[in-house]
């Protein structure tokens, strides 16, 4: 065997263990780049995971959902999005956003009010939105507590803030400072909080998308921050097997002709 026999087995022998090595790559970036080249027929961006999914394959931690009972057959469902703003829910159905954290819901004459950080959000039984008071409207400076007179039904709001007692009177829509004994203040159920699959399917229109999933795997961020630099090496060995695979057609094909 000849020095050109024996370079040829060698490059022969390593152009089969690395496309070996590598045919699973070639598989997942053919795969993902068909996908990618039809996202809009296949509706890739469009589609996404649920959050749970999200949580598992992006540690995306979601927030623990808090949850007030207005009556038996209400319930005011709040979950934070990362972003200092949270969605709020009567019972299954998504009303809205406000700012994080939500501090407690009550009924409020024939509807409901939400206290959110630094804003009450105040809105019909349906869910319609009646109006938004912050800070600079009157809602009072660092309000935590949210509640209303155990004797009154709901026509008076309490807000306690720094230690202080006020109550917005709905009718009027003033505030007053206040001086009660025996209030009912908003409190979180204790119990743990599963959100229904309705909830998790609004939550889900805003999370990762399949076009995003699939644009990671094609790039290799699945494996970290050296996951790209990673997939840069795979490309380069496609390179030497290209490169080995066409020096041995080239010189067996330069022999032959060189025999004829």
């Not at 094609?218 to 090496?233: K, T, W």
């Given at each position: 065997m000849n020095s050109w026999q024996r370079v040829r087995m060698a490059l022969l022998r390593w152009h089969r263990r690395l496309g070996a090595a590598v045919a699973i790559f070639v598989l997942l970036l053919s795969i993902t780049g068909i996908a990618?080249?039809?996202?809009?027929?296949?509706?890739?961006?469009?589609?996404?995971l649920r959050p749970g999914w999200s949580e598992l394959m992006y540690d995306v931690s979601i927030p623990r959902p808090s949850q007030y009972l207005l009556a038996e057959d209400q319930r005011i469902t709040f979950v934070t999005n990362g972003n200092g703003h949270g969605s709020y829910f009567?019972?299954?159905e998504l009303l809205g956003?406000?700012?994080?954290p939500l501090k407690g819901a009550v009924n409020a004459g024939a509807g409901f009010a939400l206290l959110c950080n630094q804003q009450l959000v105040w809105l019909t039984g349906d869910g319609a939105l009646i109006d938004t008071i912050d800070e600079m409207f009157g809602l009072p400076p660092n309000s935590g507590q949210i509640g209303h007179p155990a004797d009154e039904g709901g026509e008076k709001i309490l807000i306690k803030a720094e230690g202080t007692t006020f109550a917005l009177d709905l009718n009027a829509v003033n505030w007053q400072e206040l001086e009660v004994t025996d209030t009912e203040w908003s409190a979180a159920l204790e119990k743990d909080i599963r959100l229904s699959d309705n909830i998790q399917a609004q939550l889900a229109e805003g999370g990762i998308s399949w076009e995003r999933i699939i644009l990671d795997l094609?790039?290799?961020?699945?494996?970290?921050?050296?996951?790209?630099?990673?997939?840069?090496?795979v490309a380069l060995i496609f390179m030497a097997i290209a490169l080995s695979g066409i020096w041995v057609w080239a010189r067996a094909l330069w022999q032959r002709s060189r025999r004829s």
């Open positions: 990618l080249n039809h996202t809009s027929e296949l509706g890739l961006a469009y589609r996404y009567l019972n299954d956003e406000c700012f994080a094609h790039a290799g961020r699945f494996m970290g921050s050296m996951g790209p630099y990673f997939m840069d090496l």
